[in-house]
């Protein structure tokens, strides 16, 4: 049954690009539905340049709150009021909430990472992790796994402009958690090589491997890939990427970045209505991974 929209009706949404790949809105608008909440949720193909402009639409339209994904999550802090501890700490967002024109930016995917570590029965905690990435979605893994008690995390991202934020962000979590992390260019093999050898886990945070760029792999050279390695992708579209497949094929367990998905969303949805998803209804209809 659809649901009807009402003049009291609060929206949401994702603003990303791209966006129309996402599930975000058929998870959304199906546990407004099965709450009976006056809420319906929305993507909206929204980059980098027009991201501001964006925004002060919403604020100006007194939306309840929204996500943002790939391109936005570093360039959204500037635009919020307030943020959360982890939000601050990584320098990403990815659920933003309105209080009366006040914008509160949370980052909730590293929350719905380490969940996502757990549904696929593993425990990583006082384990090392190799991560590929200092973007928003992996600066947010990054940050939550050392909360958590990761005990080291090495962080391997290419030299762009972007690598001087990266190792402010290492340095705050050296010094504000229990964490050993270090951060390397992506381009030295070697470290990357002896770091993958010596992790529990190996995460791809990048894009690298997204559709419709499914041929791309971050991984070139295979014998990184052991049978007790468990490795792991932040991306859900495709579902299996070249890098699980490759690992798969040399005996590792994996996972995708769907539970992520789910885990990180019911996160945002409790910020903004206050009420717990129904997870499992939710998992059981757009999660299956048959």
Same mark, same amino acid.
């Given at each position: 049954?659809?649901?009807?929209?009402?003049?009291?009706?609060?929206?949401?949404?994702?603003?990303?690009?791209?966006?129309?790949?996402?599930?975000?809105?058929?998870?959304?608008?199906? $546990?407004?539905?099965?709450?009976?909440?006056?809420?319906?949720?929305?993507? !909206? #193909?929204?980059?980098?340049?027009?991201? &501001?402009?964006?925004?002060?639409?919403? &604020?100006?339209?007194?939306?309840?709150?929204?996500?943002?994904?790939?391109?936005?999550?570093? =360039? /959204?802090?500037?635009?919020? #009021?307030?943020?959360?501890?982890? $939000?601050?700490?990584?320098?990403?967002?990815?659920?933003?909430?309105?209080?009366?024109?006040?914008?509160?930016?949370?980052?909730?995917?590293?929350?719905?990472? /380490? %969940?996502?570590? %757990?549904?696929?029965?593993?425990?990583?905690?006082?384990?090392? /992790?190799?991560?590929?990435?200092?973007?928003? $979605?992996?600066?947010?893994?990054?940050?939550?796994? $050392?909360?958590?008690?990761?005990?080291?995390?090495?962080?391997?991202?290419?030299?762009?402009?972007?690598?001087?934020?990266?190792?402010?962000?290492?340095?705050?979590?050296?010094? &504000?958690?229990?964490?050993?992390?270090? =951060?390397?260019?992506?381009?030295?093999?070697?470290? =990357?090589?002896?770091?993958?050898?010596?992790?529990?886990?190996?995460?791809?945070?990048?894009?690298?491997?997204?559709?419709?760029?499914?041929?791309?792999?971050?991984?070139?050279?295979? #014998?990184? !890939?052991?049978?007790?390695?468990?490795?792991?992708?932040?991306?859900?579209?495709?579902?299996?990427?070249? =890098?699980?497949?490759?690992?798969?094929?040399?005996?590792?367990?994996?996972?995708?970045?769907?539970? /992520?998905?789910?885990?990180?969303?019911?996160?945002?949805? &409790?910020?903004?209505?206050?009420?717990?998803?129904?997870?499992?209804?939710?998992?059981?209809?757009?999660?299956?991974?048959?």
């Amino acid at each position: 049954m659809l649901q009807e929209i009402t003049g009291h009706t609060r929206l949401t949404g994702l603003l990303g690009s791209p966006v129309a790949h996402s599930i975000s809105p058929m998870m959304h608008n199906e $546990a407004f539905r099965q709450l009976g909440l006056d809420y319906v949720y929305l993507a !909206f #193909d929204v980059n980098t340049k027009s991201l &501001k402009t964006a925004v002060e639409g919403l &604020k100006a339209l007194n939306v309840r709150g929204f996500n943002l994904t790939m391109p936005n999550k570093n =360039l /959204m802090c500037e635009y919020v #009021d307030k943020l959360s501890i982890a $939000a601050e700490i990584s320098g990403a967002i990815n659920t933003v909430v309105n209080e009366n024109g006040v914008l509160t930016g949370h980052t909730t995917d590293g929350t719905g990472y /380490m %969940q996502a570590v %757990q549904d696929a029965g593993h425990s990583i905690i006082g384990e090392k /992790m190799t991560l590929l990435g200092a973007g928003g $979605a992996a600066s947010s893994v990054l940050v939550q796994a $050392a909360l958590d008690g990761v005990s080291e995390i090495d962080v391997f991202s290419i030299r762009d402009q972007f690598f001087p934020r990266a190792e402010e962000l290492v340095d705050t979590i050296n010094k &504000k958690t229990s964490c050993k992390c270090s =951060l390397y260019d992506f381009e030295d093999g070697s470290i =990357l090589k002896k770091s993958i050898s010596e992790s529990a886990i190996l995460t791809n945070g990048t894009s690298v491997g997204m559709s419709p760029n499914t041929e791309a792999c971050i991984i070139k050279d295979m #014998d990184v !890939f052991r049978s007790d390695l468990i490795v792991s992708d932040v991306i859900y579209n495709p579902r299996e990427t070249k =890098l699980l497949r490759l690992a798969k094929e040399r005996g590792c367990s994996v996972f995708n970045g769907l539970y /992520m998905l789910l885990y990180q969303g019911a996160e945002a949805f &409790k910020i903004w209505t206050g009420q717990d998803m129904p997870i499992d209804l939710i998992k059981e209809k757009y999660f299956s991974v048959s």
